[in-house]
């Protein structure tokens, strides 16, 4: 079983709104992962969690704020972002055999 | 130098033939190496992955690495329409427990 889920789908939300993407995996993989991609682009590397632990991109702006509840669930927290943010938002998961299975991602359109 | 690199295509290949993809790497320390399929509006998917020299077979999917040249390439044969798809190469990040992913190889398979 190499499912990961994602929640939502699709979500639309104004630039002064506050938002959440979850992520779930059951494979008892020890890293998960968010990515992000533009259309015709591939996906870009946001953050890490490697045993619950942060690794961080600097690169990502502060308005992106990941958190892993626990070693199953991955969060990513959205606040105040702008019309370039819209993308899609691809969680994934890893055994540590740099093997990583990806959810079918969240289509995120900021108004 | 760019980390992972791919023909953007679009590569175009008769139904039944062999299509050929190809990667090169710069990163002379990468020692996995992976393919996704991505069709459009959904997720990657692994298909592939290979750690040693030489070649790796999975059904119709033949995976090959050369690591003293730096490339990586995939050959799909007996191709279906149902291989069209956009085709991600990518590499361990360096210093990151993350992928670094090619532009991709938009793939078409005519009938």
């Known amino acids: 079983d190499t499912e990961v889920t994602q929640t939502p789908k699709h979500l639309v939300m104004g630039m002064t709104n506050k938002k959440s993407l979850k992520c779930e995996q059951h494979?008892?993989?020890?890293?998960m992962y968010w990515y992000k991609q533009k259309a015709k682009k591939p996906p870009e590397l946001m953050f890490v969690y490697s045993y619950e632990k942060l690794s961080i991109n600097e690169s990502v702006p502060s308005r992106f704020s990941p958190e892993c509840p626990n070693s199953s669930l991955l969060n990513l927290h959205l606040h105040a972002l702008q019309p370039e943010d819209s993308a899609l938002y691809l969680c994934a998961s890893s055994s540590g055999t740099g093997r990583q299975y990806f959810g079918p991602g969240t289509r995120l359109t900021v108004t | 130098q760019k980390e992972v690199e791919q023909n953007s295509g679009p590569l175009s290949v008769p139904e039944g033939a062999i299509a050929s993809l190809n990667c090169t790497y710069s990163d002379r320390g990468s020692q996995s190496f992976f393919w996704y399929r991505q069709y459009s509006g959904k997720s990657p998917e692994l298909i592939m992955f290979i750690y040693s020299n030489g070649d790796k077979e999975d059904g119709r999917f033949t995976a090959q690495l050369n690591k003293a040249s730096q490339y990586v390439s995939l050959l799909i044969r007996d191709s279906q329409p149902s291989d069209s798809a956009t085709y991600l190469c990518a590499v361990p990040s360096p210093g990151a427990d993350g992928l670094t992913f090619g532009k991709g190889t938009h793939l078409i398979i005519q009938p």
């Open positions: 494979m008892g993989h020890r890293a």
